[in-house]
């Protein structure tokens, strides 16, 4: 473990040279351009909520004050933030949070594997607690190599909370390996098991994206769209879920209906992305 000598070296190393210029020389920072304000506002508080961050974890390195530090720095640099996570898991290697947002930090730079591997080390320092699973299956992946541990964590919170609807949706989908092979035939029960799933927590929009992709494969387009609009209703600012109702629209023949989702689709993905915006 480093000294704290060692730790004010690396939090300023981390400060002055992984993270953005504008961090360390705030008082340079330029002002924004036209329509880009309120991104520039955000920014410059990100930056000085990193630094108080800083300042906290200098004067005293504790658990709480290094999460805190490396998760505000998620909001700039992940990079940096999996610096400062890596180096407070050394300091304090039973802390879930911590490797949690180290995995935030990995994800974020699509080192899928590790990401995956630092949520079940959480998951095997807190056995009863399902949010590092959760997390990793939101992600949508999960590495062949890790594959037979999650399914058993999942089934062993399954059997600790059998009324909670998205965990038996998570070890359901970790079990039939469905996000891999979402081509191969669909499993038995499966349908079944998604359902009851909802009926255990009805605000379950994967679970209503996964029933349409069932019935997209069948070719029940009028069931696939009551599906989706299950999924919209819940999520409605997911763009696949958006997406994937307007083209099942298409396959009835509802072309209103299409070109009214399509529309709607279009400009949550040019707000999301940043088309058309001033620069």
Known sequence: MLS?????????????????AALVAMQESKAPAPGARHSAQ??????KSALEAQRLAEAD?????????????MKLDSHSAETIYRFAIDKYPGSVRLHAG??????????????AAELCRAADLAPTDPHPLEFLLAAQYIPQALREKVTRGLRQLHQLYPQDGLILFDYEMARTNRYTESSSPVPPDFVAILKQAIRLTPRLPEAYFQLSLVDDEKGAYLEEVQ????????????????????????????????????????????????VGQAR
């Open 227 to 274: 599906a989706l609009r299950h999924g919209v209703q819940l999520a409605p600012q997911d763009e696949h879920y958006r997406y994937n109702l307007a083209m099942a629209y298409k396959r009835l023949g509802n072309n209103d209906a299409f070109l009214s989702e399509m529309s709607v689709f279009r400009k949550m993905h040019e707000s999301s992305s940043g």
């Open 42 to 47: 955000s920014l410059d508080s990100y930056k």
């Open 61 to 73: 390195p504790s658990e709480p004050n290094l999460f805190l530090y490396a998760s505000s720095l």
């Open 4 to 20: 704290g000598c060692r730790l004010f070296l690396l939090l300023s190393f981390v400060a002055s040279h992984t993270t953005p």
């Open 102 to 115: 180290l995995a935030s930090a990995l994800e974020a730079q699509s080192n899928r594997d590790e990401a």
